[in-house]
């Protein structure tokens, strides 16, 4: 990070405590007061030495994360004031798959083509150009990327968050939304999404929304941030050349999660003993 530094030599008469002042005759003959001078004089030019120039791409909008708040990529676990949360959203959504479509997602997934991958590149490069930061990826990725960077959605936007974790504050259940974005010439209009990612152009239009994943987050978003009003909610679902979204009401995806996570919780045996 670039450092700007501020001339500082003995003829600069704007500053308060010039080096030609330290040789004043009644500074010069107390000691103490000379080296007090001297102290005070060092540590104003150590200051302004150290204060950093925020880059063009720092973003001072971005929310601070949820203190005690971590997720560990490699379990998909979240913990939160140091317990474990026993669910996360995806998980509890994915209980209302059946077992075809379970054992469908589970054949698709690795590999160098599998959806493991393109969606860790394609999140990676919208979390990069939403940060205002470089980005590089393989060249066979291009397609998707190019037409999701390019649509409407994310022009004349500020970025309010990405990949962003929330946790519900009442039950042990928690997730990462993917972009948090407001209009700059409506900042009253915000913006919670979540990207899909498909293998190709045709498959853009079959994709349903990812209702219920929204209405997660939106409503742990809430409870953390009560400030912020989410006004759209949104389904970004890109495949090869071809970019579609889908928009929704928060209150209709908020519904939506607590139909599924009340059903989830039902289905989790319970015994008082």
Not at 227 to 254: A, F, H, L, M, N
Not at 260 to 265: D, E, L, N
Request: net charge negative; hydrophobic share 40%.
């Amino acid at each position: 990070m670039k450092q700007q530094v501020y001339p500082a030599c003995a003829s600069d008469t704007n500053w308060f405590l010039t080096v030609n002042f330290l040789y004043h005759p009644w500074v010069y003959k107390n000691a103490s007061v000379r080296d007090l001078f001297k102290f005070w004089h060092v540590l104003g030019l150590l200051c302004l030495q150290i204060v950093p120039i925020l880059s063009r791409n720092c973003n001072p909008l971005l929310l601070e994360p949820i203190p005690e708040l971590d997720f560990f990529e490699e379990q998909h676990r979240y913990r939160w004031r140091n317990n474990w949360i026993l669910e996360n959203v995806s998980d509890v959504l994915q209980g209302e798959l059946n077992a075809f479509a379970k054992k469908k997602i589970e054949k698709t997934k690795h590999g160098e083509d599998g959806w493991l991958v393109r969606g860790k590149t394609i999140h990676r490069s919208l979390d990069c150009y939403l940060r205002g930061e470089p980005d590089t990826h393989d060249d066979k990725w291009s397609p998707w990327i190019d037409a999701l960077l390019s649509d409407e959605l994310f022009q004349g936007i500020e970025t309010l968050a990405t990949e962003f974790c929330v946790v519900d504050r009442f039950n042990s259940v928690a997730g990462s939304f993917d972009f948090l974005v407001r209009y700059k010439d409506d900042p009253s209009f915000v913006i919670l999404g979540d990207l899909k990612t498909v293998s190709s152009a045709k498959a853009v239009s079959g994709r349903k929304a990812a209702t219920g994943q929204l209405g997660a987050y939106t409503k742990m978003l809430g409870q953390h941030f009560g400030y912020i009003s989410v006004t759209q909610c949104v389904t970004v679902v890109s495949g090869p050349e071809k970019c579609k979204v889908i928009r929704q009401q928060p209150e209709d995806c908020i519904n939506a999660w607590e139909e599924a996570f009340g059903k989830h919780q039902a289905r989790c045996a319970s015994f008082d003993f």
